[in-house]
């Protein structure tokens, strides 16, 4: 039975802090619950910032999901705005703490202690950095404050091409700004492989997006009006207004001074059921370590999904420690758009995997999003990567204009049950023309797997950059001269038995189409006639 007599404060308002809240209110009336928070904000839609400042969510109130007032009052608690915690003494079970931008304080007492301070965006010492022109994202203040800046901007510069920045620069482009965009790492999307964010850069860059990849801010200077980014190679931009979003750092210096564990990353280190070091705090959100759901190593995964679940399990623990369910663990699913793109993924990608050096597996296939005879059809590029030995499903990543959130969410629930490559072959998926194909772009994507398996699949993702591969465009004859590809011979799949002779069975073979299905058959016509053929993934 849950417990009545509990005092419980919760350091942090938002997707973290507002859960517990909730759920130890729901599971006891009794129980006394204080919210401390150190903006003026609680329970409001981080993730929706950017989409007001570029006018996709025109007000701004419907990202306030409660105001101090009615979420006191929804839930029967005290809330605290404006109000920091400085202070830990874990002995005599409280919390010092004191408004915003003053000295004195008041001691909290505390049965249980639920820490959820999130992460702050990471703002490197550069030069110039302190100028007001340039900005993090985080709270609705910074949300506000951008918008502003916006209104009166030509240029944008964002720094970073994660999430967030994505989504900036799209937000950026809406409003009518010349926007550039600049990453560290020679490709979007850092968490992605590579080579499946070709489609997305190709998006921004015809919505006039400048980007620069492999390209690192050394510094700000001011021009005048204008903002001077200097960027690594010597190469300069101007801008109105930057925004940084370059990553997080967890918000864990209360939790560090109390003497709490912290992992090598400066995160709060928890166990299954949320609890810390010590077992009468708590900590949940951005700024917590917990592990992989797939590997079970230590993982942290800043997003707003894991951080309400593990509010909510906190509480659970603090009112009921008998009944509570663990928490499973972070598998980090995360979806953005970027014009008419859609990336996604979930689970581990290769680059990660081969840093972890862990064997593994990878498929990419790609289909259209619904039957292709229905008009609209448009492709997804998805790729499935699985434990070499088990099968054992690791992650995927897709990429495509529609139903690539659909994809992921089935494997990433396909991840959750500990499915196999071979168990997405079977699974049963919603099919109506509108909606998708007898065989799903995820059943295809088992299949081709167990073709790897058995040795009837073999997949490269790039063309041979050597000249002794001989690539064979196996398209349509129109197709190819309306969109050919530089280096290639045009064989039509239809012609392709007939004309074998023309091909040398000393070199080896890559076969090319639209979308990767038809190289499949072409390669293996060859290799049943002598050759040592394989397949562009995906196709061109």
Same mark, same amino acid.
């Given at each position: 039975?849950?417990?009545?007599?509990?005092?419980?404060?919760?350091?942090?308002?938002?997707?973290?802090?507002?859960?517990?809240?909730?759920?130890?209110?729901?599971?006891?009336?009794?129980?006394?619950?204080?919210?401390?928070?150190? #903006?003026?904000?609680?329970?409001?839609?981080?993730?929706?910032?950017?989409?007001?400042? %570029?006018?996709?969510?025109?007000?701004?109130?419907?990202?306030?999901?409660?105001?101090?007032?009615?979420?006191?009052?929804?839930?029967?608690?005290?809330?605290?705005?404006?109000?920091?915690?400085?202070?830990?003494?874990?002995?005599?079970?409280?919390?010092?703490?004191?408004?915003?931008? *003053?000295?004195?304080?008041?001691?909290?007492?505390?049965?249980?202690?639920?820490?959820? +301070?999130?992460?702050?965006?990471?703002?490197?010492?550069?030069?110039?950095?302190?100028?007001?022109?340039?900005?993090?994202?985080?709270?609705?203040?910074?949300?506000?404050?951008?918008?502003?800046?916006?209104?009166?901007?030509?240029?944008?510069?964002?720094? !970073?091409?994660?999430?967030?920045?994505?989504?900036?620069?799209?937000?950026?482009?809406?409003? %009518?700004?010349?926007?550039?965009?600049?990453?560290?790492?020679?490709?979007?999307?850092?968490?992605?492989?590579?080579?499946? *964010?070709?489609?997305?850069?190709?998006?921004?860059?015809?919505?006039?997006?400048?980007?620069?990849?492999?390209? !690192?801010?050394?510094?700000?200077?001011?021009?005048?009006?204008?903002?001077?980014?200097?960027?690594?190679?010597?190469?300069?931009?101007?801008?109105?207004?930057?925004?940084?979003?370059?990553?997080?750092?967890?918000?864990?210096?209360?939790?560090?001074?109390?003497? =709490?564990?912290?992992?090598?990353?400066?995160?709060?280190?928890?166990?299954?059921?949320?609890?810390?070091?010590? +077992?009468?705090?708590?900590?949940? #959100?951005?700024?917590?370590?917990?592990?992989?759901?797939?590997?079970?190593?230590?993982? $942290?995964?800043?997003?707003?999904?894991?951080?309400?679940?593990?509010?909510?399990?906190?509480?659970?623990?603090?009112?009921? +420690?008998?009944?509570?369910?663990?928490?499973? #663990?972070?598998?980090?699913?995360?979806?953005?758009?970027?014009? %008419?793109?859609?990336?996604?993924? *979930?689970?581990?990608?290769?680059?990660?995997?081969?840093?972890?050096?862990?064997?593994?597996?990878?498929?990419?296939?790609?289909?259209?999003?619904?039957?292709?005879?229905?008009?609209?059809?448009?492709?997804?590029?998805?790729?499935?990567?699985?434990?070499?030995? *088990?099968?054992?499903? =690791?992650?995927?990543?897709?990429?495509?204009?529609?139903?690539?959130?659909?994809?992921?969410?089935?494997?990433?629930?396909?991840?959750?049950?500990?499915?196999?490559?071979?168990?997405?072959?079977?699974?049963?998926?919603?099919?109506?023309?509108?909606?998708?194909?007898?065989?799903?772009?995820?059943?295809?994507?088992?299949?081709?797997?167990?073709?790897?398996?058995?040795?009837?699949?073999?997949?490269?993702?790039?063309?041979?950059?050597?000249?002794?591969?001989?690539?064979?465009?196996?398209?349509? $004859?129109?197709?190819?001269?309306?969109?050919?590809?530089?280096?290639?011979?045009?064989?039509?799949?239809?012609?392709?038995?007939?004309?074998?002779?023309?091909?040398?069975?000393?070199?080896?073979?890559?076969?090319?189409?639209?979308?990767?299905?038809?190289?499949?058959?072409?390669?293996?016509?060859?290799?049943?006639?002598?050759?040592?053929?394989?397949?562009?993934?995906?196709?061109?």
């Amino acid at each position: 039975m849950p417990r009545e007599d509990l005092k419980i404060v919760v350091i942090g308002g938002v997707a973290a802090g507002a859960s517990c809240a909730a759920r130890a209110r729901r599971l006891s009336e009794k129980v006394s619950i204080t919210i401390v928070e150190r #903006g003026p904000d609680v329970s409001f839609a981080n993730c929706g910032l950017p989409y007001h400042i %570029g006018g996709e969510i025109a007000s701004r109130d419907v990202l306030s999901i409660h105001t101090p007032q009615s979420l006191s009052a929804m839930l029967g608690l005290e809330v605290r705005t404006n109000t920091e915690a400085v202070e830990i003494d874990r002995a005599a079970k409280r919390v010092r703490v004191r408004k915003t931008g *003053t000295e004195e304080g008041e001691w909290l007492s505390y049965d249980k202690l639920l820490l959820a +301070p999130g992460a702050s965006p990471l703002r490197p010492p550069l030069p110039g950095i302190d100028d007001p022109r340039i900005h993090t994202l985080r709270n609705l203040q910074d949300m506000d404050a951008i918008k502003a800046a916006a209104a009166k901007a030509r240029k944008a510069v964002v720094v !970073g091409a994660g999430f967030i920045g994505l989504e900036m620069a799209e937000q950026f482009r809406h409003l %009518g700004l010349d926007v550039s965009l600049v990453e560290l790492q020679p490709q979007l999307l850092p968490q992605l492989d590579a080579d499946m *964010t070709g489609q997305l850069l190709r998006e921004l860059r015809q919505n006039g997006v400048d980007v620069h990849l492999g390209s !690192g801010i050394e510094g700000f200077a001011s021009a005048g009006d204008s903002l001077q980014c200097r960027l690594s190679g010597g190469v300069s931009i101007e801008a109105d207004i930057v925004v940084l979003s370059i990553g997080v750092r967890p918000d864990s210096s209360l939790a560090a001074a109390a003497g =709490l564990t912290l992992g090598k990353r400066g995160h709060i280190v928890v166990n299954e059921f949320m609890q810390t070091s010590d +077992p009468d705090i708590y900590a949940a #959100g951005d700024a917590v370590e917990s592990f992989d759901r797939i590997t079970g190593r230590p993982s $942290a995964v800043p997003l707003g999904g894991p951080a309400n679940r593990q509010g909510r399990l906190a509480a659970c623990h603090m009112m009921d +420690p008998e009944s509570a369910r663990p928490y499973p #663990g972070s598998i980090g699913t995360a979806v953005v758009r970027a014009f %008419g793109v859609t990336c996604a993924m *979930t689970g581990w990608s290769e680059k990660r995997l081969k840093s972890e050096a862990i064997a593994y597996k990878a498929v990419t296939v790609k289909d259209n999003h619904h039957a292709s005879y229905y008009p609209g059809a448009t492709p997804i590029t998805l790729r499935v990567i699985w434990e070499e030995g *088990t099968g054992r499903i =690791l992650g995927a990543q897709a990429s495509g204009q529609e139903g690539v959130d659909k994809r992921i969410d089935v494997i990433a629930t396909a991840i959750a049950a500990g499915m196999c490559i071979e168990d997405l072959s079977n699974l049963e998926l919603c099919y109506a023309p509108p909606f998708g194909s007898a065989k799903d772009v995820v059943n295809l994507a088992g299949l081709a797997a167990e073709n790897l398996v058995d040795g009837l699949l073999t997949q490269v993702n790039e063309l041979p950059k050597d000249a002794l591969a001989q690539v064979i465009d196996v398209r349509p $004859a129109k197709l190819f001269q309306s969109a050919p590809r530089p280096n290639a011979t045009s064989i039509p799949m239809d012609c392709l038995r007939a004309r074998m002779g023309e091909l040398d069975k000393s070199r080896p073979v890559v076969t090319v189409c639209a979308l990767g299905k038809t190289s499949y058959f072409a390669a293996r016509v060859l290799n049943q006639n002598g050759f040592s053929a394989k397949s562009l993934a995906a196709g061109v």
